[in-house]
């Protein structure tokens, strides 16, 4: 996860992204629990349910669910499917918090923005650190170091985390081969491909489009009361 911003300030925008807020309000009035977001590791109510959101491998956040209506939950007996609507969302909130990663735009250094300008015009081909920091105006120690400095992450994890990010969009398209998909999005060999989803994406490519697949049949509604 990023250093800056903290974990405490990205946490807290997640919470108020369209996304969660959306499903927050959908979520409270079909089953009466109310969502929240933790930092994990933070001591929360035994009674409530709490979900890990996977951020590639990582679990830096817990999705809070609190009962606030004991007699729906009773009439409709909704405890049994509240947990695994709270998995799906997690995992989707997991994927939106992975986006969000690459979209925090660093301040300061300019040579970092164009590198990332280069990597995202290249992604497709065998990047190499020198041509970045060519593109970058800047020598390739000091370009790695101010990139970690205003990033949070190195620049080796933001090319794979683009490159994951590309496949998975690719993937949403059920026509195209898993090899194939590998090769566009900048990998050099279906294992590199493979282990490099893992990593950031917290599931295998085959499992990403297995889930697409089921969450395009799955519709949160409103429950009539």
């Known amino acids: 996860m990023k250093r800056n911003p903290t974990l405490l300030t990205f946490v807290a925008k997640q919470e108020n992204s369209s996304l969660f807020l959306i499903y927050r309000n959908a979520f409270e009035l079909t089953t ?126 933001y090319i794979s985390r683009k490159r994951v990010q590309k496949a998975r969009t690719l993937l949403c398209d059920p026509y195209r081969q898993v090899a194939e998909i590998a090769e566009q999005a900048g990998f050099t060999s279906l294992s590199q491909f493979s282990r490099n989803f893992l990593k950031f994406a917290g599931e295998s490519p085959s499992e990403f489009r297995q889930r697409r697949k089921e969450l395009e049949h799955c519709d949160l509604r409103v429950a009539n009361r």
């Open 32 to 157: 009466g629990y109310r969502l929240s977001l933790r930092i994990t590791g933070i001591i929360t109510d035994s009674e409530v349910l709490t979900i890990p959101v996977p951020v590639g491998r990582t679990f830096p956040m817990q999705l809070i669910a609190t009962k606030v209506e004991d007699s729906l939950s009773s009439v409709l007996n909704i405890q049994l499917c509240v947990q695994g609507l709270l998995e799906a969302f997690a995992r989707q909130l997991g994927d939106e918090s992975n986006r969000a990663i690459l979209e925090l735009h660093p301040s300061g250094s300019s040579a970092v923005m164009l590198a990332m300008d280069f990597i995202a015009e290249n992604i497709s081909s065998n990047i190499h650190l020198d041509g970045v920091a060519a593109a970058a105006g800047t020598g390739s120690f000091q370009l790695c170091r101010i990139f970690k400095r205003d990033t949070g992450i190195t620049m080796t994890e």
